[in-house]
């Protein structure tokens, strides 16, 4: 068993994704990669735990979603309301064009290697977060 100093030292990724076994592949990638992750099916359930988690360090998010907004719009919300949070979002069917994504959100195609997705979110926390 880790050290528990270790495991609280642990960057939080917050995924959102309501395909449940792309979720369950993707909660197994970020925590083989030292991520703790924390789950969300929609962009509702997302900024609830947002609300909720101020040691959410990055989001990841797919574009297509249910609810009444994408994860374009979801990127764009999450950056004004916390702006220190990182944001990634991937997509297997839209890329985004100019204005879609907000400064300073990365993007990813479909489909990802784990070694890309990792370094992907690595890159997209802030940097306070990776000297922390």
């Known amino acids: 068993m880790k050290p528990r100093r270790e495991i609280l030292n642990r960057p939080v990724v917050l995924l959102v994704e309501d395909e449940l076994l792309v979720r369950l592949t993707q ?5 083989d990669a030292e991520f703790w992750v924390v789950e969300a099916q929609d962009a509702d ?4 735990l947002l609300k909720k988690r101020p040691d959410i360090n990055v989001v990841l998010t797919d574009v297509n979603m ?3 907004i994408d994860g374009f719009e979801f990127a764009r919300l999450v950056r004004q309301a916390w702006p220190d949070v990182g944001v990634l979002v991937i997509s297997g069917k ?6 879609d994504l ?3 959100t990365h993007f990813l195609q479909k489909p990802i290697r784990s070694e890309a997705l990792v370094k992907a979110l690595k890159e997209a926390m802030v ?3 990776l000297e922390a």
């Open 127 to 129: 940097p306070r977060t």
């Open 102 to 104: 907000p400064e300073g």
């Open 27 to 31: 909660v197994e990638i970020l925590r």
């Open 45 to 48: 359930e997302a900024f609830d």
């Open 66 to 68: 249910p609810g009444s």
């Open 94 to 99: 839209v890329a985004p064009k100019p204005g």
